[in-house]
């Protein structure tokens, strides 16, 4: 696999996963958030509609990437398209709920760096977003999978790449949900 597109909700694990699968696979990794918005000394600045596709349009015109982010619009169908694999990370809502207040606790206290300021409206904005995704998010990425057959993998958990990584190796068996 020299493609990947891992999508899920904010907290599922989607950018641990990329670090951990672009460490073990030697394969470079993109925040879609990152292409969303320019990061700036002075804060980021959303990129209009035409610099977000040439931005996207140059990752996936690579051999090889990871891309990954919550994201769900029509801009994101490259990713889906050219990936060899998409990972949608089906990760409980309450583990979500811990990691997104555990990540915030580490960003304030400058244990972990952040491409955003943490703020509490910002962590209150991902409570809404992953209470957004389990209510409408999940069942829209899963319909949107659907078109995708095979390519696609769900994980529950993290600990379940191992699955992805039996891919790696030319492994074709029969699927299931972790």
Request: proline share 3%; net charge positive; with cysteine.
């Amino acid at each position: 696999m020299k493609r990947i597109h891992i999508i899920g909700s904010v907290g599922s694990g989607k950018t641990t996963l990329a670090r951990r699968l672009s460490s073990e696979l030697g394969l470079p990794f993109y925040e879609l958030d990152n292409v969303v918005w320019k990061r700036t000394p002075a804060g980021d600045v959303r990129r209009t509609e035409e610099e977000r596709d040439a931005c996207l349009a140059g990752i996936i015109g690579a051999d090889d990437w990871i891309t990954e982010g919550a994201h769900q619009a029509g801009w994101i169908g490259p990713c889906l398209e050219h990936a060899e694999r998409i990972v949608f990370l089906d990760t409980p809502y309450f583990t979500r709920l811990r990691r997104i207040i555990s990540r915030f606790i580490r960003q304030k206290t400058g244990q972990e760096q952040a491409n955003y300021k943490p703020t509490w409206t910002i962590l209150w904005k991902m409570f809404c977003w992953n209470h957004q995704f389990q209510r409408e998010g999940r069942l829209k990425a899963m319909e949107l999978l659907k078109t995708y057959g095979d390519k696609v993998l769900v994980l529950k958990k993290n600990s379940a790449i191992d699955k992805l990584l039996v891919y790696k190796e030319g492994y074709q068996g029969k699927r299931k949900n972790n």
